[in-house]
Every structure is written in C-alpha cells, then in structure tokens.
C-alpha cells in the first residue's frame, strides 16, 4: 500500500496557474503509475491525467489538453500537475492514486483500477 499525500491547492482567479503535487515516502512509488482524478460538489470522480512509472507517457482528459501538465521526479517521489489557464469549471478536490498496472488511457481513465488514493486537495477558481 502507498500512502500518497497532495498539497499545493487554493484559490487563484481565472486563467491563472496552479501546480498540485502528489508525494509519497514509499520508495516504491516510482514502480507505480500515477493518475490525477478531480470531484466538484455534486459531481461524479473523473479523471484528469495519468503518467507512467518512468515519466515518458502521460494521458490527459479532453477538458484539460493544451492547459495541465502531469509530471514526475521519481528522486522525489512525486508527481505534479502543472494547470495552466484555469478556469471556474476546474475547481474541484484533485485526488492523486497508484496502480500498479501498465498505463494505457482506458485503464487510465478507469478510477477502480487504482489502489491507493491520497486525501485530497482543494482547487478552487474564481471567476
């Protein structure tokens, strides 16, 4: 089990910039894939972007191409979500998880097949 910890969340106006961080001190995390998912009140859990173990593929959700930038130090045992052009429709909770699996986008995008989430960071974008 991998106990994932986000920080980096608040409160930045329209079409400024934010970046999430998902941190870990389990040294294996850098086997692990993984996915940044996001809930808005009221909403279900969708997916946002994933990155494989070494960082050399990464996936992204239609809404959010062009504007985040997943990444990752594996030195560090983290991963970041760059989000640029941010808009009143990306305030949500931003979850980090790990799978252990391969990444490919459908399994990307499918939230059941992650083991380990991390509590949550709040995102929220003013108008």
């Known amino acids: 089990q991998v106990q994932l910890v986000e920080s980096g969340g608040g409160l930045v106006q329209a079409g400024g910039s934010l970046t999430v961080s998902c941190a870990t001190s389990?040294?294996?995390?850098?086997?692990?894939?993984i996915g940044w998912f996001r809930q808005a009140p009221g909403k279900e859990r969708e997916f946002v972007a994933a990155?494989?173990?070494?960082?050399?593929?990464?996936h992204y959700a239609d809404p959010v191409k062009g504007r985040f930038t997943i990444s990752r130090d594996n030195d560090k045992n983290t991963v970041y979500l760059r989000m640029n052009s941010l808009k009143p429709g990306d305030t949500a909770v931003y979850y980090c998880?790990?799978?252990?699996?391969?990444?490919?986008?459908?399994?990307?995008?499918?939230?059941?097949?992650?083991?380990?989430w991390g509590q949550g960071t709040q995102v929220t974008v003013s108008s």
């Open positions: 998880a790990a799978d252990s699996g391969r990444l490919t986008y459908e399994r990307a995008a499918d939230s059941s097949q992650y083991d380990d």
């Open positions: 389990d040294l294996s995390f850098r086997r692990y894939t």
């Open positions: 990155i494989n173990w070494s960082g050399n593929i990464a």
